[in-house]
Each structure stands twice: as C-alpha cells, then as structure tokens.
C-alpha cells in the first residue's frame, strides 16, 4: 500500500509556477513574431533606463527607477498578453470551428452552446449561436456566401419561434464585410444591448425547449482542436 502512495506521488505532475506560464506564452509569440523579444525587453529596458536618469538628474535615487521599472514590468506584460492573443488566433485562423475556440473564451454575459446550429458536412462550413443582451448574434465560420446562406435559414427558423427578438449575423474571416477572428469579440460587445438579462434567459429556455435545429459535429470534425492557448491569452 505504501509503495502504490509512492507511485501515485511520483507520477503527480509538478504544478506549474508563474514564470512558467510567463515562458510559455513568450515561446507562442516568438513562434509567430520573431520580433518577440524587441517588442517586450525593449520597453522594460527602456523604461528602467529613464528611471535611472531621472533618479541622477533629480537626486531622487529611489522613488524614480522603482516608479518606472514597475511601470517597464507592466507594460511588457501588456505587450506579451496582446502578443500571445494575436499568435494564438493567428494559428487557429482558417480552420474549421476556429470561431468556436474564440467564443469559449467568452464568459460573461452570453449563453453560447459548443456545437454550431447549422453544419454542411461537405464543405465544413458552419453556424454558432450567441444569446445575450443584444439578441440572437449567429456566427458564420467558412466561406462567406456558403455561411451566409446557412446563417439565413437559421434567422428564418429563429422569427417563427422568437419573432420579436433581434437576430444579428456576424461573418467571420478576413474578406471585405467580413470581421477578423481576433476581433470577434468586440464585435459582440459593440452589439446595442436590447433585452435585460431576464429576457436572455427566456429566450434561452424557449429555444432550448423547441431545439429548432438540433445537430451534432460529425465524427473528424472538432472545433475545439482549434482551442487557443488560454492560460497564454489570459497572461497566466
């Protein structure tokens, strides 16, 4: 018994310190931007060397550099936040159910279900459903004329169950009318906000009782393969 606790000690895995989750994010964005280690040591030297000459110039040996230094370490962490965000989108952008992977990040705010109302099996393209405050906001992932025709028969289905609640259609991609992946998001919160939060739940409960368009992600296809590094994007 007491070799099988060993064992079991033995294989636990190390938790991860900080610094860690630091080193791996840093990795992801120098992955895709080489200029990684520019864009985040540039402004933490940068910022303590100001401190420091500040520090000589008004005598002030302590309050300066500690000032701007903690003001270095900031905005380097800001930097690789962003930087590491950019990597991960700009990995999983084009593949099928990328947009899936940006709205689980998605916490607050929305009820979003994992697998798309609407899916042809042949060409991958799909359709994500979003309640919130702003209404029903359907997310076309694939090509725009293909997806838009999907995300127009899913409106059509919404108005005979929901008709008085805005359905919004957003059409991710990088074409003209179209919005980035890694601006999917703000797009969302830039949606006027149209029903209260009691509202949202009823619109949830009544759509979620009639299931107009059930359907499952066929068996080769998984959005969330396209899941984006998210202690990374997080900066922890």
Do not use: C
Not at 65 to 79: D, E, Q, V
Not at 193 to 201: A, D, R
Request: aromatic share 8%; charged share 25%; glycine share 10%.
């Amino acid at each position: 018994m007491a070799k099988e606790r060993k064992e079991a000690k033995m294989k636990k895995p190390k938790k991860k310190r900080w610094y860690s989750y630091l080193g791996e994010a840093y990795s992801i964005s120098k992955e895709t931007y080489s200029w990684t280690p520019f864009a985040i040591f540039g402004p933490l030297i940068g910022g303590i060397a100001l401190g420091v000459i500040l520090g000589m110039v008004t005598g002030r040996w302590i309050l300066w550099p500690i000032l701007f230094t903690l003001l270095a370490i900031t905005l380097s962490l800001y930097i690789l936040v962003e930087l590491v965000k950019r990597a991960s989108y700009a990995k999983i952008n084009g593949i099928p159910g990328a947009s899936a992977a940006v709205l689980g990040q998605i916490k607050r705010g929305w009820i979003i279900p994992e697998e798309p109302v609407r899916f042809n099996a042949r060409t991958q393209d799909m359709v994500f459903r979003a309640i919130g405050r702003p209404g029903v906001v359907l997310i076309t992932d694939g090509d725009k004329g293909r997806s838009a025709k999907l995300a127009n028969e899913e409106r059509q289905s919404l108005r005979r169950v929901i008709p008085n609640v805005p359905v919004h259609i957003i059409s991710v991609g990088d074409g003209e009318g179209q919005v980035p992946l890694l601006k999917l998001q703000r797009a969302m919160r830039k949606l006027p906000k149209q029903l209260t939060n009691q509202e949202v739940q009823a619109v949830f409960q009544r759509l979620d009782a009639v299931k107009t368009n059930p359907i499952g992600i066929p068996k080769g296809v998984d959005p969330y393969k396209a899941r984006p590094d998210r202690r990374g994007m997080r900066g922890r």
